[in-house]
């Protein structure tokens, strides 16, 4: 966290990011830090999409939390954990990472594969706009219970740009950037439509 915080471009700054960023992501499942675990008790009348929304959360951590495997079973007196999400984004183009922070602590990056985003010279604030899951090219629709396994892919606002998983050739046409497809399985965890995005140029 030394490193990180007073030497962030020192030799050893990257290693020191991957080992805070792992110590991180275990204490926020663990409900030690970062995290707002709460317990939600199903009503009569509630879908899942009623209860990610109210409790501004998604549906991939809706399910991982409570091992959740179909969306077809909901009854009311059900007891489901739900962690509201309020992290944001910080895309650093030079230094080509995402960071995911927890207002002003830093909790985890990750590695910028490529990027097509336009280029820039100053700081830029925009938001997410969905999450979308998608199978063979195909947009899966909530509430399906194949969305969990599904490949997600980030949408940011403006630029109208969006976050992929990185297959080794970008596809063509497509703004945005790509990251490797096990963190930005593990990113869509901890975001849901808009939180905040910063992009650093």
Do not use: C
Request: glycine share 6%.
């Amino acid at each position: 966290k030394y490193v990180n915080t007073y030497y962030p471009t020192a030799v050893s700054a990257p290693e020191a990011r991957r080992i805070l960023g792992e110590m991180n992501m275990d204490r926020l499942f663990s409900g030690k830090e970062f995290a707002d675990l709460k317990q939600y008790k199903v009503k009569s009348g509630d879908s899942f999409l009623k209860i990610i929304r109210d409790n501004e959360t998604n549906l991939d951590l809706l399910m991982f939390l409570n091992d959740l495997k179909r969306l077809d079973r909901l009854h009311p007196g059900d007891v489901f954990t739900v962690m509201p999400l309020h992290f944001r984004l910080v895309i650093d183009m030079q230094r080509r990472v995402l960071g995911i922070w927890d207002g002003v602590r830093y909790i985890k990056g990750y590695e910028i594969k490529h990027s097509s985003l336009p280029k820039g010279s100053k700081v830029k604030e925009t938001k997410l706009v969905s999450i979308e899951a998608q199978s063979k090219g195909d947009r899966i629709a909530l509430p399906s219970s194949s969305y969990r396994s599904a490949e997600k892919v980030l949408v940011l606002k403006s630029p109208q740009a969006e976050i992929r998983p990185y297959t080794g050739t970008p596809e063509e046409g497509v703004v945005g950037l790509y990251l490797n497809a096990v963190d930005l399985e593990e990113l869509a965890l901890l975001l849901r439509a808009d939180n905040s995005v910063e992009i650093r140029y």
